[in-house]
């Protein structure tokens, strides 16, 4: 017996990899089977705005800017080796460390343009970069065998850099703040390493609050909107964790499956949890507080991966933007945009064989985080030839009896639920083998 399980309810917009606009958007019937061609050949991050979604390109020394329906805005180019970026609480200034150059690139986003580089110095090398306490901090490569935080002053006419005079981190570390604790500044190391610090910045100085060695290699991390806890993505995990920012202990652990590399959260405190496509959802989407998932998402036709730093929210929440990377080579952009739907997950059960000309008898179950309307259905097929619907009992059990012609020994039965106002669908097959 073969039992897969799904769940749907991405709105895509489809494009040409020209990026010229086929259609309006349309709700995946199952998983998603298209996304958005971007015209990058790498991919470091991806950030979003009330305006624009942009895409760092490190390969292409580039960053990409779309509006929220995937459209280019403009490929900003010349940008060496663009790799992490933040953005000022206005968003009216984007910034993008360019360790090829050595330096930060200062970006008006209403003309996106490069206004300014800023020069971190010779070999630093920056990558992530994050705004605490009125100042832009980096991380870098501080010595051949360390790496550091150094910050710039953004108050002056000139910025100031500053370096760290006690470099402990083992790699570059990753960076992390929220306008929530506008004073905090969350640093973790990227590599094998572990450690994670929280540090109070109101002086202009990093001044160590709080240091665990419980987490590394951390791929992202983003803070909670009241700026009290750190989710962090550590690629080794088969979980997402959630670390209390006042002492680094652990408050909780979303069970998201193998190899987290990717984490947001929008200002409502929803958490946007992704993972390498190690199972059959790509991305875990978790309200305020909960660690129950009430939405999955799977955005991997055929074969495709979630890229690293690949999830961004719209800052109101109403959209979700993934990066992925088909193995044919392309880098594409998926928008979810019914994200305040559930998901409806279907199980079933059937015995492996069944005695040829007799009924099969096929059980199941439609469940929620969020409850469903009364007097629901489900459809059902039978190698794609349509069966009676099935109704749904209100614990959301259901069963159906079937005797397929003898000549059809490996039918396989599909049952779908077609969503409703408060959930996306959701379908699963069963095969069953009749024997003689």
């Not at 910034?95 to 200062?106: E, G, R, T």
């Not at 490069?114 to 090398?125: D, H, K, L, N, P």
């Not at 069966?387 to 059990?397: F, N």
């Amino acid at each position: 017996m073969r039992i897969r399980r799904r769940a749907a309810g991405i709105t895509l917009v489809l494009m040409t990899a020209s990026l010229n606009l086929l259609g309006t958007p349309s709700t995946a019937a199952a998983q998603p089977q298209g996304g958005i061609v971007l015209s990058v050949r790498s991919h470091w991050q991806t950030l979003a705005d009330s305006h624009h979604v942009y895409f760092s390109a490190p390969g292409d020394d580039a960053v990409l800017a779309t509006d929220h329906d995937g459209q280019i805005v403009k490929k900003l180019e010349g940008l060496d080796g663009a790799r992490g970026m933040t953005e000022s609480a206005d968003e009216s200034t984007l910034y993008v460390a360019l360790p090829d150059a050595d330096a930060i690139s200062v970006v008006d986003t209403a003309t996106l343009t490069e206004t300014r580089r800023i020069s971190t110095g010779a070999g630093t090398e920056p990558e992530s970069l994050a705004l605490a306490g009125g100042r832009l901090y980096f991380g870098y490569q501080a010595t051949v065998f360390d790496g550091g935080i150094g910050s710039v002053a953004l108050t002056g006419a000139i910025p100031t850099v500053s370096l760290d005079d006690n470099p402990v981190w083992y790699s570059k570390p990753r960076l992390a703040s929220s306008p929530g604790a506008p004073d905090r500044l969350v640093a973790a190391d990227s590599e094998g390493s572990l450690g994670m610090r929280v540090y109070d910045v109101s002086s202009g100085t990093l001044q160590e609050t709080a240091y665990s060695d419980a987490v590394g290699g951390v791929k992202d991390m983003a803070i909670t909107p009241d700026g009290s806890s750190v989710i962090t993505a550590n690629g080794s995990n088969y979980y997402h964790q959630r670390w209390r920012l006042s002492d680094l202990t652990e408050e909780a652990q979303y069970d998201t499956g193998p190899y987290p590399n990717s984490v947001a959260v929008d200002s409502h405190g929803t958490v946007a949890a992704g993972i390498v496509a190690g199972g059959q959802w790509d991305v875990y989407i978790y309200r305020p507080g909960e660690t129950a998932a009430y939405r999955t998402v799977a955005l991997s036709p055929g074969y495709a991966d979630l890229l690293d730093r690949g999830v961004a929210w719209a800052p109101d929440g109403s959209r979700l933007f993934t990066t992925r990377f088909p193995y044919s080579g392309e880098f594409v952009l998926d928008i979810v945009d019914d994200i305040a739907k559930a998901s409806s997950t279907i199980t079933l059960s059937a015995p492996p064989t069944n005695p040829i000309g007799t009924p099969v008898t096929v059980t199941g179950k439609l469940t929620s985080l969020v409850s469903f309307p009364k007097r629901g259905a489900v459809t059902v097929t039978r190698d794609g030839v349509a069966l009676p619907d099935v109704k749904v009992a209100r614990d959301g059990t259901f069963s159906f009896s079937d005797t397929p012609p003898d000549w059809n020994t490996y039918p396989q039965y599909t049952v779908t639920y077609a969503g409703d106002a408060r959930h996306v669908p959701g379908t699963a097959d069963v095969m069953v083998e009749f024997v003689g």
